[in-house]
């Protein structure tokens, strides 16, 4: 037995790993949950999907390009699509006690690396959005408030041009300062539809700054990432969501459903291939979000 596949061995056997630890680990993702209300914490589901929109997640191996070769955390990443109708849509969300607006915006370093494939007839300025949902269940506002809104980043409104790269991974790592969001509306504001009445929306600090005191006491509830409506033909993919700064920060890799039975199997296959044989990547050791894959993938903490 190698010096490696000892460390591999006495790693996987006691789930304790002193290599290259993340802030907080990763966690991987086979499928979407459907929609449930309310659903559960800290479970990606298909939060809006609509007729002529889909959810999944994707084995990329094999599709070449950028799309397999660039892509964040191979081999997979989720994959959100609508066909040629403006009433498709497909969102997915994770759902968390996040926090509340006032502590947490200021502290908040939320990112996700996207994809936009080509597809002919389709809009060409969407692209797989990042939206965040803000509940302030014990607040009144009037008139016309609900006490809830949702922010939402668009690539197109961020510095990747009205129409963003094609068949190109990019990444946006999101902060305070960092991206500029329209909004739903609620706490003072109302719906933007899509725009801000000016050419860069707010970031989230002004949002902060400038909507209701009953927003700073809102809880972030909901992370979404979506298409549509109104965005015809998307193909959009997205991997690596992470979550910092809040209650309950994670990072999210997406990956197609595990090939292996059991966690036997699983760890002996990490072993045999050496690191390799659960990413499709060579790399020169095993690092922490190898060594916990098999653990995730039979979800045992
Ligand atoms: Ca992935």
């Keep these: 037995m190698s010096q490696l596949t000892e460390v591999v061995a006495a790693s996987c056997m006691v789930g304790i790993v002193a290599l290259s630890a993340p802030a907080f680990a990763q966690t991987t993702v086979t499928s979407f949950a459907p929609f449930s209300d309310p659903p559960p914490a800290g479970v990606w589901y298909e939060a809006d999907v609509r007729p002529g929109g889909t959810a999944s997640v994707a084995n990329l191996s094999g599709v070449g390009g950028n799309l397999e070769n660039n892509q964040?955390?191979?081999?997979?990443?989720?994959?959100?699509?609508?066909?040629?109708?403006?009433?498709?849509?497909?969102?997915?969300?994770?759902?968390?006690?996040?926090?509340?607006?006032?502590?947490?915006?200021?502290?908040?370093e939320i990112g996700y690396s996207w994809h936009k494939a080509s597809n002919a007839g389709q809009n060409l300025n969407s692209a797989p959005s990042l939206k965040l949902t803000f509940f302030n269940p014990v607040c009144d506002e009037t008139p016309g408030g609900d006490c809830f809104a949702t922010l939402v980043y668009e690539p197109y409104q961020n510095g990747f041009g009205n129409f963003p790269p094609l068949d190109t991974w990019l990444r946006s790592d999101l902060n305070q300062t960092v991206g500029s969001w329209w909004t739903t509306g609620g706490f003072g504001v109302g719906n933007g539809f899509g725009g801000c009445g000016d050419p860069t929306c707010p970031t989230l600090a002004a949002w902060l700054s400038t909507l209701t005191p009953d927003f700073s006491q809102a809880d972030l509830v909901a992370v979404s990432v979506g298409?549509?409506?109104?965005?015809?033909?998307?193909?959009?993919?997205?991997?690596?969501?992470?979550?910092?700064?809040?209650?309950?920060?994670?990072?999210?890799?997406?990956?197609?459903?595990?090939?292996?039975?059991?966690?036997?199997?699983?760890?002996?296959?990490?072993?045999?291939?050496?690191?390799?044989?659960?990413?499709?990547?060579?790399?020169?050791?095993?690092?922490?979000?190898?060594?916990?894959?098999?653990?995730?993938?039979?979800?045992?903490?």
């Design 227 to 301: 298409v549509g409506s109104f965005n015809q033909g998307q193909i959009g993919y997205f991997d690596k969501v992470v979550i910092a700064g809040t209650n309950a920060n994670a990072s999210y890799d997406f990956e197609p459903a595990p090939q292996f039975q059991t966690l036997g199997q699983c760890i002996s296959t990490l072993i045999a291939d050496n690191c390799t044989g659960l990413n499709g990547k060579a790399r020169a050791t095993c690092n922490h979000e190898q060594q916990m894959t098999c653990f995730d993938l039979f979800n045992i903490k």
């Design 72 to 108: 964040p955390l191979p081999i997979g990443a989720a994959k959100i699509t609508t066909d040629l109708t403006n009433a498709a849509k497909a969102e997915v969300a994770v759902t968390n006690n996040y926090g509340i607006a006032a502590t947490i915006i200021p502290t908040l």
